[in-house]
């Protein structure tokens, strides 16, 4: 089969093809991501909203028991009315969800943030695949599954890592970064510009002067 007929097939050129992958890739990389990215606020959480220590365990695992929950169940729903349609549900549910968690003050509040951001994410994850196997044809669709699955796996710890070193420090406290971490705020002349809160992956603290 030429390239013209793999074309004609899905409908799109391979240009457009890998634009599809690297979206669907950067939606799975955020709702993947959300899954760890809490732990080095944990500490904050605790003493802003006055956490217990089980409703901290809940504001972590709420996002990941809804989104796990409702995998099959959304997948499901995206083949029957349509994964765009799904997808693009999904990522409005899941960033109207983010954004209000700016102004959650209590608790049980950002549990049902974070119970909310991951019924978006299950709705996001499954339509993300489907829609790269959907678009790749035969003969390219394991190695675009390969990206996509090196992308899930990936992510958790991505997350973690760049929630770490972007975290603000507190007043008083003057952080000094690992040279893994320092080199990669020197890619980022944003992230540079800010202190960072003392956490393992990103060095030791000393007091300011």
Same mark, same amino acid.
């Not at 974070?114 to 035969?138: D, E, K």
């Given at each position: *089969?030429?390239?013209?007929?793999?074309?004609?097939?899905?409908? !799109?050129?391979?240009?457009?093809?890998? !634009?599809?992958?690297? $979206?669907?890739?950067? $939606?799975?990389?955020?709702?993947?991501?959300?899954?760890?990215?809490? &732990?080095?606020?944990?500490?904050? @959480? /605790?003493?802003?909203?006055?956490?217990?220590?089980?409703?901290?365990?809940?504001? @972590?695992?709420?996002?990941?028991?809804?989104?796990?929950?409702?995998?099959?169940?959304? +997948? $499901?729903?995206?083949?029957?009315?349509?994964?765009?349609? *799904?997808?693009?549900?999904?990522?409005?549910?899941? /960033?109207?969800?983010? #954004?209000?968690?700016?102004? %959650?003050?209590?608790?049980? #509040?950002?549990?049902?943030?974070?119970? %909310?951001? +991951?019924?978006?994410?299950?709705?996001?994850?499954?339509?993300?695949?489907?829609?790269?196997? &959907?678009?790749?044809?035969?003969?390219?669709?394991?190695?675009?599954?390969?990206?996509?699955?090196?992308?899930?796996?990936?992510?958790?710890?991505? +997350?973690?890592?760049?929630? #770490?070193?972007?975290?603000? =420090?507190?007043?008083? @406290?003057?952080?000094?970064?690992?040279?893994?971490?320092?080199?990669? !705020?020197?890619?980022?002349?944003?992230?540079?510009?800010?202190?960072?809160? =003392?956490?393992?992956?990103?060095?030791?603290?000393?007091?300011?002067?």
């Amino acid at each position: *089969m030429s390239r013209q007929e793999r074309a004609q097939e899905t409908g !799109l050129d391979p240009r457009r093809r890998k !634009l599809v992958l690297a $979206a669907m890739c950067l $939606a799975l990389a955020t709702v993947v991501s959300a899954v760890s990215s809490l &732990n080095v606020a944990i500490p904050d @959480i /605790a003493r802003d909203l006055r956490a217990t220590q089980t409703q901290l365990q809940w504001i @972590i695992d709420a996002y990941a028991v809804v989104f796990a929950g409702l995998l099959l169940l959304a +997948g $499901a729903l995206g083949d029957a009315y349509g994964r765009k349609h *799904m997808l693009l549900g999904g990522l409005v549910v899941f /960033a109207g969800a983010a #954004g209000a968690a700016l102004f %959650v003050d209590s608790p049980g #509040g950002l549990i049902a943030v974070r119970a %909310v951001m +991951g019924l978006g994410a299950a709705a996001i994850m499954p339509a993300t695949l489907s829609i790269i196997t &959907n678009v790749f044809p035969a003969e390219e669709r394991d190695r675009a599954v390969s990206v996509w699955a090196g992308v899930a796996g990936g992510s958790a710890l991505l +997350g973690l890592l760049l929630s #770490g070193c972007s975290w603000s =420090s507190s007043p008083g @406290i003057r952080s000094s970064p690992s040279p893994g971490c320092s080199r990669w !705020l020197r890619w980022s002349p944003r992230l540079a510009s800010r202190r960072i809160r =003392s956490h393992p992956a990103c060095g030791s603290t000393s007091p300011a002067a």
